[in-house]
């Protein structure tokens, strides 16, 4: 994964939580993925994933050309996506290099 063992240890006994950019490692080590299926409003969808995508909030806010605030507010419910952004973010899933 990427990780030394201390990480892992201090992850599995809740003394530090792993960054962002390591959760598609640990999912594919796992073998889980995160399931859009699963429910979930919107702005949880989003957030899921970004979290499958191993971004920050700013980091996805940049790439979509959006304020990171926007991106907290749709994560958290506050407001609406716009229609259309999770076609923006299929393409992102699918091209790397929009990364």
């Keep these: 994964m990427g990780v ?4 892992v240890y ?4 809740y003394r530090a939580q792993p960054a962002i ?5 640990i999912l594919s080590f796992l073998g889980y993925c995160i399931s859009l299926s ?3 409003t919107r702005g949880e969808q989003i ?3 970004r979290y499958r995508l191993g971004l920050g ?3 996805l806010a940049q790439i ?7 991106l907290a507010l749709w994560e958290n419910n ?7 952004i999770e076609s923006r973010l299929d393409q992102i899933e699918r091209s790397p290099t929009a990364r």
């Design 38 to 40: 699963e429910g979930g």
């Design 47 to 49: 957030r899921m994933r």
């Design 57 to 59: 909030r700013r980091k």
């Design 78 to 84: 506050h407001t609406e996506p716009p229609i259309g």
């Design 21 to 25: 950019s390591n959760v598609p490692n």
């Design 64 to 70: 979509l050309g959006i304020h990171d605030t926007v």
């Design 4 to 7: 030394s063992q201390r990480s």
């Design 10 to 13: 201090e992850w599995e006994h």
